[in-house]
C-alpha cells in the first residue's frame, strides 16, 4: 500500500508506483466482477475499493465508470459529493471526533482543538509523519457519552484531552 | 451445577466505554479460578452513565454491576457477583433500577436482556410471533393493523406509517420495494443504532412483514458509514435469519418470499432525506427528488418503495403480534404507541428512555436525567435533532407529543434530546446550524444552499454587533424564505434551531428584549 512505502528513495518509488498502479487496478477490477450484477452498486464499489486501497485513486475512476456505464464525471460527482469517499490516502490511523450538539454541550470544541494542537495539523489534515488523519464527523450515536471521538473505527466515549493522548500513544506505540 | 451466565453488553456505547476490555478481564479471570461461566455479549439496557454494564443472571433475577472497568474484575469475583455477591458496584436486580422500571418498554423490550444475535433468545421473548400472524393474514389485514394502531413515521416526518403501505400495496408493479432508512444522522439520537446493534432480527421481522403487506420481495438497510458495529451485527443477523428460513426464497415455508441487504452510506447527512437517500442507494449523488411522484409510486429504481425509518419498521413485529389496539392504548392525541427517547448531551443520566406519548420534557430531563452532568442548570434542550428547535424551561411542561411540539414551532423528530447547561451561547449554536446546513445541503435548491452560507454570515454579524437591528430583521427574512421555499426538511427546518434561539434566548445574541413576540 502506498503509505507503507514512506521513505524509499526517488527512483526505487517510480518503479514501486508503477507496480502499486497495477495491483491496485487489478484489486478494482476484481471488486468490479464482485457486483457485476448488482443495481445500483457504485457506493458498495467505491466502499469496496476504498477498504482494499485505502482511497480511491484518480486513475480507477475511468475504471469505475466504463464497467458500470457511467461517465467519469458522474463517478468523480459521487467520489467528491460524500464525506466519507477519500482520493487521496489517509494517514495510518484516522481519528474522527464528534462536532455535534451532544458533543458540542460537553466539550467537543474543545477537544478538537486540543488534538489539532497535539497533532499539529487541521482538521481534515493528516499528521507530518502520516501517522494520523483528523476527521471531524457529525455523530457517532454516543451522544450519551459525550465527548465522543473514533479511532480507526473503534468508539470512545467521555474523551478528555488525557485519554486522547494516551490513545495517540497506544495507536503509534509510544511514538506519537 | 448449572452454568452461570454473565452479560457484557456489545453496544458502541459499552465498547466506547471499555466493555470489551472488560469482557476479557473477565474471562480469564473466571478461567485463572477454574470457574465455568458463559459470557454473553449482550445488547445495551439503554442507562450509558453504568456502561459497561455487567450482568450476571441468579436464581433471583439478573443483577447488575456498573459501571465496571478492567480493574474492578478481580474485586467483583472476590464478592461473589457470580451469585448476586454485595460490591460497591452493586446495582440490585436490573430490572428494579428505577430508570428502568419507570418506562413502557415496547419496542425495546428485548433490548439488552437478549444475545443481538441469538435466533433462541429472540423467539424467547415474542420473537417471530408478529411475522407467524402477519402470513395468515392478507395483505390489506397486515395494513390494515398497522393503520388501526395509528403508527406514524419514527424519522422525525411523523407520517401515517400504514398510508404508506397502503398506497404501496395498491400500486401494482413487478418489483416493488422496502426500504429502511438507517441512516440515524441527528445529534442526539441513537434509538436506530441500538435497535441493529441489539436487536437486528426485530427490524429483520419488521421489514419482512412489510414485505408481506405490501408485496415487495426486496428490502435494503441503508446504514450510515459511520456505524460500523451495527452494519456488521446486522449482517450476521441476517445471515441466521436466512439459515433458519425467516427470510428467503420460502418464509417459513410459507411460499412467500423476502430478501434483504444492508447498503452502507458515505457520511452524507441528507442523505437521511427518502428520497436522497433512494438516489444514493441507486449509487448516484445524494440530491433530493422533487415530489411527487412520491417513492410509494415511484421510489427506488422508479419503483413502488416503502421507505420507513428503522424504529417504524420495528414497531411493526409487535403491532401485528399483540394487535393494534394494544398499541394504540398508549400515547396522547393523534401520537399514538410510544417512542423510544434519547437523553443526550449535558445530562447526568444520559440514555434510552422508551415512554408512551405525552410525558414531559422536565420529567424527562429531571426524573430520568437527574438534570445536567455539569451540575450546573439547564439553559436550553434541544428536541427533534440539529432541525429541532432550543426549548426554554417555560416549555418544558409540554406533554411530548407531534401537535403539541409542532404548535410552539417545534418538532419530536427522531425524539432525540439535546441538553446544554448555561455556559452554552444559543447564537454560537444557531451559527452552528446554519453553518451544518451549508456543511451538508445537498445544492439543489437555492434557499437551503445559498441560504445557510448567508445565514452564517449574517449571524456573524449580529454576534459582532455590525448593523446588529437590520440583520436580526435580514436573518428572520432569510430564515422565512428557508422554510417556504426548501425542497426539503433541511433548508426547510434549519431556521427552527435559529429563530428558537433568536427567540428565546435574545441576550445571546446581544438583544435586550425580544424584537418580535416569542412564539
Not at chain 2, 400495496?169 to 444522522?185: F, P, R, S
Request: charged share 20%.
Amino acid at each position: 500500500m502506498a503509505t507503507e512505502q514512506i521513505g524509499r528513495t526517488m527512483k526505487q518509488e517510480q518503479a514501486r508506483q508503477g507496480q502499486h498502479d497495477a495491483d491496485a487496478l487489478a484489486a478494482v477490477q476484481r471488486i468490479l466482477q464482485l457486483h457485476a450484477n448488482e443495481p445500483g452498486a457504485l457506493l458498495p464499489i467505491l466502499h469496496d475499493v476504498q477498504d482494499a486501497l485505502g482511497y480511491i485513486p484518480a486513475h480507477a475512476v475511468p475504471v469505475i465508470a466504463e464497467a458500470q456505464n457511467l461517465s467519469r464525471a458522474e463517478v468523480h460527482g459521487v467520489v467528491t459529493y460524500y464525506h466519507h469517499f477519500r482520493s487521496e490516502p489517509a494517514g495510518r490511523h484516522v481519528i474522527q471526533i464528534c462536532r455535534a450538539e451532544a458533543c458540542q454541550s460537553m466539550g467537543a470544541d474543545a477537544l478538537l482543538a486540543h488534538a489539532e494542537l497535539r497533532l499539529g495539523c487541521g482538521a481534515h489534515g493528516t499528521t507530518s509523519d502520516g501517522a494520523f488523519t483528523l476527521e471531524p464527523a457529525f455523530c457517532l450515536g454516543l451522544c450519551a457519552s459525550s465527548p465522543a471521538m473514533t479511532l480507526d473505527d473503534q468508539p470512545h466515549a467521555r474523551v478528555t484531552p488525557k485519554a486522547f493522548d494516551a490513545l495517540l500513544a497506544q495507536a503509534e506505540g509510544g511514538r506519537a | 451445577m448449572s452454568t452461570i451466565t454473565v452479560y457484557v453488553p456489545r453496544d458502541s456505547a459499552a465498547l466506547a466505554a471499555g466493555a470489551d476490555r472488560v469482557a476479557r478481564c473477565i474471562a480469564k479471570e473466571a478461567a485463572a479460578r477454574g470457574l465455568m461461566l458463559e459470557l454473553v455479549r449482550n445488547g445495551s439496557r439503554g442507562m450509558f452513565w453504568l456502561e459497561p454494564l455487567v450482568e450476571v443472571n441468579t436464581p433471583a433475577g439478573r443483577m447488575a454491576y456498573g459501571p465496571v472497568t478492567p480493574d474492578d474484575v478481580a474485586g467483583l469475583f472476590d464478592a461473589g457477583f457470580l451469585t448476586g455477591g454485595k460490591h460497591p458496584l452493586a446495582l440490585g436486580p436490573t430490572e428494579d433500577i428505577p430508570y428502568l422500571k419507570k418506562q413502557e418498554r415496547l419496542t425495546f423490550s428485548r433490548m439488552g436482556i437478549t444475545d443481538p444475535v441469538s435466533l433462541t433468545d429472540y423467539q424467547a421473548y415474542e420473537g417471530f410471533a408478529g411475522l407467524r400472524r402477519a402470513l395468515a393474514l392478507a395483505p390489506e389485514e397486515i395494513v390494515q393493523q398497522v393503520l388501526d394502531s395509528g403508527l406514524r413515521g419514527r424519522g422525525g416526518a411523523a407520517f401515517p406509517a400504514g398510508i404508506k403501505g397502503k398506497t404501496v400495496l395498491g400500486t401494482v408493479a413487478a418489483q416493488k420495494y422496502i426500504v429502511c432508512n438507517a441512516d440515524e444522522g441527528d445529534s442526539g439520537t441513537f434509538s436506530d443504532r441500538m435497535t441493529m446493534e441489539g436487536d437486528p432480527f426485530m427490524l429483520i421481522e419488521g421489514m419482512t412483514i412489510a414485505g408481506l403487506a405490501t408485496g415487495a420481495t426486496q428490502g435494503y438497510i441503508y446504514v450510515r458509514s459511520e456505524y460500523p458495529h451495527a452494519i456488521a451485527t446486522l449482517n450476521e443477523a441476517i445471515r441466521v435469519a436466512e439459515a433458519a428460513g425467516f427470510l428467503g426464497d420460502n418464509i417459513l415455508r410459507s411460499g412467500k418470499r423476502f430478501s434483504l441487504a444492508v447498503r452502507k452510506g458515505a457520511g452524507s447527512y441528507v442523505c437521511g432525506e427518502e428520497t436522497a437517500l433512494l438516489e444514493s442507494l441507486e449509487g448516484k449523488r445524494g440530491i433530493v427528488r422533487a415530489k411527487p411522484p412520491l417513492p410509494a409510486i415511484e421510489g427506488l429504481f422508479g419503483q413502488p418503495t416503502l421507505i420507513n425509518n428503522v424504529i417504524t419498521l420495528a414497531s411493526v413485529p409487535l403491532i401485528l403480534a399483540r394487535g393494534a389496539a394494544f398499541y394504540r392504548d398508549y400515547g396522547v392525541g393523534r401520537s399514538r404507541g410510544t417512542l423510544p427517547m434519547q437523553l443526550a448531551g449535558n445530562i447526568k443520566y444520559g440514555g434510552l428512555v422508551e415512554k408512551a406519548f405525552g410525558v414531559t420534557l422536565r420529567e424527562l430531563l429531571y426524573d430520568y436525567g437527574g438534570g445536567s452532568a455539569s451540575g450546573r442548570p439547564i439553559k436550553a434542550v434541544q428536541v427533534g435533532g440539529p432541525l429541532g428547535a432550543y426549548l426554554p424551561e417555560s416549555k418544558w411542561d409540554l406533554p411530548l407529543d407531534y401537535e403539541a411540539y409542532a404548535a410552539v414551532g417545534g418538532t419530536v423528530g427522531h425524539g432525540g434530546i439535546v441538553v446544554h447547561d448555561d455556559t452554552a451561547d444559543l447564537s454560537k449554536l444557531a451559527r452552528y446550524a446554519m453553518e451544518f446546513c451549508a456543511l451538508e445541503s445537498c445544492g439543489k435548491c437555492t434557499p437551503c444552499r445559498i441560504g445557510s452560507t448567508r445565514g452564517v454570515e449574517v449571524i456573524d454579524k449580529i454576534r459582532g454587533n455590525q448593523n446588529r437591528p437590520q440583520q436580526v430583521m435580514l436573518l428572520r427574512d432569510l430564515c422565512d424564505t428557508m422554510v417556504h421555499g426548501s425542497l426539503c426538511a433541511m433548508g426547510g427546518m434549519t431556521p427552527f434551531p435559529v429563530l428558537s434561539a433568536l427567540d428565546h434566548f435574545p441576550q445571546d445574541f446581544g438583544i435586550e428584549a425580544p424584537d418580535r413576540k416569542a412564539a
